[in-house]
Every structure is written in C-alpha cells, then in structure tokens.
C-alpha cells in the first residue's frame, strides 16, 4: 500500500529514555504471544461483545502454525525498540483466526497492548466518511456528478488554480464529489511540493490532525474553499483534505454533526462501541500512546502537547468540536474489523445492511485510470471512494509487490495502522501500531506476507 506525504511527515519534540529489555518484559512479551498462539489455534472463546465471531484457522483453510510465524517477528521489533506494540487481527470466512497482542501501549506507565487499545486510525477514517456518502447516495439525497458548491456554496469562491510560477488559472469546472472521493477535487494537504501548497501551509493546514482546533468543520472547509487548488479538477490525483470536505457534506446533506451520522448510521448497527472522534474519559486506560523514532532511531513517547502525529494530540483533551472526516476517528481492531466485513459481505453484517452490494461494488473500483500511479502509487494499483485496489496480474511486465489477489482493497493510517480486504480470498486483516515515522523495515508489510503464506485452500 502506498502512503502519501501526509503518512510519511513526522518530526520528534520529546526525547524520553529508551523502554528496556528487561527479564520482567520478555516475560509479558511470551504470554501476549501465547495469547495470540491461542487466538489462531481458535482456543480463545467464541464471540466478544462486539467482536466477529472466533473460529479455528483450519476450518477457514489457513494454517495456525503458519500464522504465528508473525508473532516472532514482532516480539523481535518490540524487544528491539522499533516499535512499542503492536495489535494484529486475520478474519477468513468470517471467522477470526488470528488476534495478535504484542508489547506497551505505553513506554512511560507500561501499559501492555490489549485486544481491545483503542488507536488513532487517522486515515482510516477515510472509507468510513466514504461509506457515509453512498448511505446518503442510497436515499436518494445526493448524487456523485453533484458540484459540492451545492452543498457548500464556499467553494464558489475558490482563486483557481496556482501554477509553479505563481500564475492563477480560472477553474475548467466545479468540483464534484466524485472528484472529492477519488482525491482528484485538485485541493492538496499543505505538505507537498505543488504552488498551493505553500499557502494551504501559510493558512494553518500542513497535514497535521485537524482534531485540535476549536471549531466545526464547517467553518474549517470554508477556509480551505478559498484557498487556490494545484490542479483543475479531474486531472490529477493529490492526497489532501478532499475527505473532510466530505465529511462537511454529509454534515449539511443529513442535518447532524458527522460524530452523529457515524454513530446512528454506522457504529451502532455495526456494534462498533469503542469508535469515536474523541476518547471518552473512561476509556483513558486503553489508548495507546502516540509514539515516535528520533533522528537516531530510538524510540520515544511522543510529547503531550504535540498535535502532530508524532505526539499525543487533542484526541483526549481537545476542544472537541471538529469531526474530521479525513482523519479523526479512533477505533480498536475488532471495531474495524466489523466494518471490513460488512464491506466484505457486500454490505451487510449480522443482519444489518449499511449499504447495497451496488454499493459497495462501486466504491471497491478503480476510478482514477492511470492517475493514481502518476501520483506515486505502484504501478498496477488504482484508487476507489478510500481505498487502494490492486489491479494488474502476475502477467504484466511489473508486478505489484503484494501477495494480495487481483480486486483487493486496503489504506492505512498516519500513526501506522493498515488493513486490507480480499473478496477472492473471503479474507479481511488488519495491523495496528502508534508509531511516526514508521520503523524501516515496514512490519506491517511483513504481516501481509505472512497472512497469505499461510492461506493453503481457496
């Protein structure tokens, strides 16, 4: 999976001393793999309050042994200080057969990571608001080919579009909200190199959390209305703020604050019980920390006034008042793991339907021809509504470097969290760490190959 300029950004503000491998930490770091051994072998039970049900991996045609083959590796990144802790979840079939709990939550107190840490997912939240629109599309409230000046009126005062050489450009037409879907609306996120980038950053927006500022996001899209694009809208694909503008819409469309349409439409009928924008105080135990690695590559708690992602942010003592749509949620494993397979299952879960197979089917499509590519995705990927899809096969002079089937979907998160989904392998996965910048060796890429490699039926 590609990770724009706003997952790779990340700077260090706190130096705090590096966690030690001590006897008393190897310990706990064994019997969380057990715990993740018995998670694969399906000896942990049968279903959780708000989990998917647990099944045995050789039921679903995976091997138990082969998946724990991951657990030595993170205990390895823990001890080694690369990352704090890790929570990894492999659902085949609709059953879990792996959950994997390794390592702190938190250097400073020493929390161990649970099944059930809540995480900043940042990004992630992206195929959620996604999933919003087409609920929204689905009654008949809104279309695709809508102009989001429609809704957002702001925007009929966007400058045009800033060149290189500081020339504006009037815009060709309006943005619409599959070009906002698609992040091909023109509208960057402050942290590249085009000429409206420099003025997102001279307007406050440089790709850190919008989670800290002390209004709705409303009046937050307004101001990046007026702020020129980088290119005419439909001709390039720029990772930026296109998904909060969403979120916005579907704020106006519904008559409810976006927190509101995603826990009446989405969190409750899912049971997603432990997602939110904001920590609520009594969950305070179970958030993992924001960490970071310095110059040098050691290992640090991110500081608690820092908003960016390498800190702590506003997440649990912030003004709480924007919802962004782009990347505000926090979530556990087994809440996402819920909403993956509702996708999975063409909408529906339990019963419940959050969206049609129509649906889900159009939002799990390339949409971007080429462009996606030329935007710094691997060749033979392409971009849905929130998510990356892998396209070419095995034939084509470039193969993509995943082991994931042809038509799967993932994204991920600034803060180092994935997933992915694959319909032909009935397979949902998901990786979630607290760590900016991410550790060198991509741990998260290593769990992929170590999933399939464990797949051994169709």
Same mark, same amino acid.
């Given at each position: 999976?590609?990770?724009?300029?706003? =997952?790779?950004?990340?700077?260090?503000?706190?130096?705090?001393?590096?966690?030690?491998?001590?006897?008393?930490? $190897?310990?706990?770091?064994?019997?969380?793999?057990?715990?993740?051994?018995?998670?694969?072998?399906?000896?942990?039970?049968?279903?959780?309050?708000?989990? @998917?049900? $647990?099944?045995?991996?050789?039921?679903?045609?995976?091997?138990? &042994?082969? @998946?724990?083959?991951?657990?030595?590796? +993170? &205990?390895?990144?823990?001890?080694?200080?690369?990352? +704090?802790?890790?929570?990894?979840?492999?659902?085949?079939?609709?059953?879990?057969?792996? =959950?994997?709990? !390794?390592?702190?939550?938190?250097?400073?107190?020493?929390?161990?990571?649970?099944?059930?840490?809540?995480?900043?997912? *940042?990004?992630?939240?992206?195929?959620?608001?996604?999933?919003?629109?087409?609920?929204?599309?689905?009654?008949?409230?809104?279309?695709?080919?809508?102009?989001? /000046?429609?809704?957002?009126?702001?925007?009929?005062?966007?400058?045009?579009?800033?060149?290189?050489?500081?020339?504006?450009?009037?815009?060709?037409?309006?943005? /619409?909200?599959?070009?906002?879907?698609?992040?091909?609306?023109?509208?960057?996120?402050?942290?590249?190199?085009?000429?409206?980038?420099?003025? !997102?950053?001279?307007?406050?927006?440089?790709?850190?959390?919008?989670?800290?500022? #002390?209004?709705?996001?409303?009046?937050?899209?307004? $101001?990046?209305?007026?702020?020129?694009?980088?290119?005419?809208?439909?001709?390039?694909?720029?990772?930026?703020?296109?998904?909060?503008?969403?979120?916005?819409?579907? =704020?106006?469309?519904?008559?409810?604050?976006?927190?509101?349409?995603?826990?009446?439409?989405?969190?409750?009928?899912? %049971?997603?019980? #432990?997602?939110?924008?904001?920590?609520?105080?009594?969950?305070?135990?179970?958030? *993992?920390?924001?960490?970071?690695?310095?110059?040098?590559?050691?290992?640090?708690?991110?500081?608690?006034?820092?908003?960016?992602?390498?800190?702590?942010?506003?997440?649990?003592?912030?003004?709480?008042?924007?919802?962004?749509?782009?990347?505000?949620?926090?979530?556990?494993?087994?809440?996402?793991?819920?909403?993956?397979?509702?996708?999975?299952?063409?909408? =529906?879960? #339990?019963?419940?339907?959050?969206?049609?197979?129509?649906?889900?089917?159009?939002? /799990?499509?390339?949409?971007?021809?080429?462009?996606?590519?030329?935007?710094?995705?691997?060749?033979?990927?392409?971009?849905?509504?929130?998510?990356?899809? $892998?396209?070419?096969?095995?034939?084509?002079?470039?193969?993509?470097? /995943?082991?994931?089937?042809?038509?799967? !979907?993932?994204?991920?998160?600034?803060?180092?969290?994935?997933?992915?989904?694959?319909?032909?392998?009935?397979?949902?996965?998901?990786?979630?760490?607290? @760590?900016?910048?991410?550790?060198?060796?991509?741990?998260?890429?290593?769990?992929?190959?170590?999933?399939?490699?464990?797949?051994? %039926?169709?």
């Amino acid at each position: 999976m590609h990770i724009s300029q706003e =997952e790779q950004r990340g700077s260090s503000r706190r130096r705090l001393a590096p966690m030690p491998h001590s006897t008393t930490c $190897k310990a706990v770091l064994r019997r969380l793999v057990a715990i993740s051994l018995l998670a694969g072998l399906g000896l942990g039970g049968t279903v959780g309050a708000q989990g @998917l049900p $647990k099944g045995d991996a050789r039921s679903v045609g995976m091997s138990a &042994e082969r @998946l724990a083959r991951f657990d030595a590796l +993170a &205990e390895a990144a823990v001890e080694d200080g690369r990352l +704090a802790g890790v929570v990894t979840l492999v659902a085949r079939r609709g059953r879990v057969v792996q =959950e994997g709990v !390794y390592g702190l939550a938190d250097l400073d107190d020493r929390r161990p990571m649970r099944q059930d840490t809540i995480f900043r997912i *940042a990004s992630m939240t992206k195929p959620l608001t996604s999933v919003a629109i087409m609920i929204l599309l689905e009654e008949g409230l809104l279309l695709l080919s809508d102009p989001v /000046t429609r809704y957002l009126p702001a925007f009929d005062r966007t400058p045009g579009v800033l060149g290189a050489d500081g020339t504006l450009t009037p815009i060709d037409r309006p943005i /619409t909200l599959l070009d906002l879907l698609t992040h091909s609306s023109g509208m960057t996120g402050g942290g590249g190199d085009d000429g409206a980038d420099a003025a !997102y950053r001279a307007a406050g927006f440089d790709s850190s959390p919008l989670n800290d500022r #002390d209004e709705p996001i409303a009046r937050i899209v307004d $101001k990046l209305a007026a702020l020129p694009l980088a290119a005419q809208p439909g001709e390039r694909c720029i990772y930026g703020f296109s998904t909060d503008v969403l979120g916005a819409v579907v =704020e106006k469309v519904s008559g409810m604050s976006l927190a509101e349409f995603f826990r009446r439409r989405i969190f409750r009928p899912l %049971e997603m019980h #432990d997602s939110s924008f904001f920590l609520p105080p009594s969950k305070l135990d179970r958030l *993992a920390a924001a960490h970071t690695l310095d110059a040098d590559g050691q290992l640090r708690r991110g500081a608690d006034d820092d908003m960016d992602w390498t800190g702590q942010g506003a997440f649990v003592h912030g003004p709480r008042r924007v919802y962004s749509g782009g990347g505000g949620l926090l979530s556990t494993a087994p809440d996402y793991a819920r909403f993956l397979q509702m996708l999975l299952n063409g909408g =529906e879960l #339990d019963g419940v339907r959050i969206l049609s197979p129509a649906s889900v089917r159009l939002m /799990t499509v390339n949409h971007v021809s080429e462009r996606y590519a030329e935007a710094g995705g691997f060749p033979g990927m392409g971009f849905g509504f929130g998510f990356e899809i $892998k396209l070419k096969s095995d034939t084509h002079a470039y193969v993509v470097p /995943t082991l994931a089937s042809l038509g799967s !979907y993932a994204w991920g998160g600034a803060a180092y969290t994935s997933f992915w989904v694959d319909p032909e392998q009935d397979l949902v996965a998901i990786f979630m760490a607290q @760590l900016r910048p991410k550790s060198q060796d991509d741990l998260s890429r290593r769990f992929g190959n170590i999933v399939y490699q464990a797949v051994l %039926e169709p």
